[in-house]
């Protein structure tokens, strides 16, 4: 585990938080990992075609798409590994992940990962997992948008469980502070410069009022200053979401300047103190955001930079293994679904 944070006197509250979360000892992001670039080159050589084509059809039809394919498949590896844990039906036997809380009304995209996988059953039946269709169609959904490319190492296997209360306390959220949010990526093997480069997804996509209705009657104002170009976004944020009851479900993007291109503009609202999210503006404005608001900064300022990082903290994200799967893991044929 790469523990690249100096909080000095914060140290020992990382250790607590870091070692409070979850329970499994299944869990790590390594670059050992058992996945190669070749798995399905004999097996299915066309899949990474078959995916790349499904994955425009969706993201032309609809930029979004491209958003719910990213975060599906970081909510995938933040529960038990990349396996498609958080792709399984709530079943009688099975409690799946879509209804943990920070799942339920909001993750989306199912069904674009149903219409890639059904292509790629048709071409090379049982051969690929969806754990591994979703990483792949991660990727491309990221370059589709104009983010960078890296090489997807594969060789997932699909779990046969899924795990609810995993889903609950793994997956970081919009109102936790910055050193829990910090110590769940560590827990998952991922340093703080992981985070901040993969929280950068958030160029893409949209959030709901429920997760931003504290921040806008919050500190916004604070950390964006009494500019009248921040006053009248703020605004316009609160005529979506009314403070207390209703609106729940209304979005918004979380980049407001180029809300369909994978870009570094987020940072740039974080230098603006305009986040969206309470989780994301902490990175650049919190009191503990010493070491997260150079990188921000960085981000913002060297596209490259960000570019690079990205990439190579997607493929760290994606290879966080599940011993568990890889022994009893299967290729699953309806990725709702375990085999029956
Ligand atoms: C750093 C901790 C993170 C927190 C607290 C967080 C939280 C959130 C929240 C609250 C939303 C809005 C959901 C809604 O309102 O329904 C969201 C959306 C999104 N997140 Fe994150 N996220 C984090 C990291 C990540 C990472 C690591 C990725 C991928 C690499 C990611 C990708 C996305 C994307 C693409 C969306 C937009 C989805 C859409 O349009 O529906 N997030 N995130």
């Known amino acids: ?37 070749d798995y399905y080159a004999s097996t299915c050589p066309t899949v990474f075609e078959i995916i790349r084509k499904q994955t425009e059809c969706a993201v032309l039809s609809d930029p979004r798409s491209a958003a719910l394919i990213v975060r599906l498949h970081f909510h995938d590896c933040f529960v038990q590994g990349c396996d498609g844990s958080v792709l399984l039906d709530d079943t009688v036997t099975l409690k799946g992940e879509k209804t943990a809380s920070p799942n339920i009304h909001s993750l989306k995209g199912f069904d674009l990962i149903d219409g890639i996988k059904n292509m790629v059953e048709s071409e090379c039946p049982g051969v690929v997992s969806c754990a591994d269709i979703l990483t792949i169609a991660a990727r491309d959904a990221v370059i589709l948008v104009g983010g960078p490319y890296w090489d997807v190492p594969v060789g997932r296997k699909d779990s046969i469980t899924a795990n609810y209360a995993l889903a609950d306390t793994n997956i970081p959220t919009a109102n936790e502070g910055l050193i829990p949010i910090i110590s769940k990526f560590m827990y998952q093997g991922l340093s703080v410069k992981d985070m901040v480069a993969l929280a950068g997804a958030h160029t893409i996509g949209m959030a709901r009022c429920e997760n931003f209705r504290d921040r806008i009657y919050g500190d916004f104002r604070a950390t ?36 369909n291109i994978f870009d570094n503009s987020f940072y740039h609202t974080l230098l603006k103190g305009e986040g ?25 300022t060297d596209p490259l930079a960000f570019f690079n990082q990205f990439s190579e903290s997607m493929v760290k994200m994606g290879n966080i293994t599940n011993s568990e799967s890889f022994a009893n893991g299967e290729v699953r044929k309806n990725c709702r679904f375990i085999n029956t």
């Open 1 to 37: 585990m790469e523990l690249s944070l100096s909080f000095g006197p914060f140290s020992l509250l990382f250790m607590i938080l870091v070692f409070s979360i979850g329970n499994t000892s299944i869990i790590h992001a390594s670059s050992d990992s058992y996945l190669t670039l």
């Open 224 to 259: 964006s200053g009494l500019n009248p170009i921040s006053a009248s976004y703020l605004s316009s944020l609160r005529s979506i979401c009314p403070p207390i009851h209703g609106g729940e479900n209304n979005i918004t993007a979380m980049d407001n300047v180029t809300p």
């Open 276 to 300: 969206l999210l309470s989780s994301d503006q902490e990175m650049y404005s919190s009191m503990f955001s010493i070491q997260t608001r150079e990188l921000v900064k960085l981000y913002a």
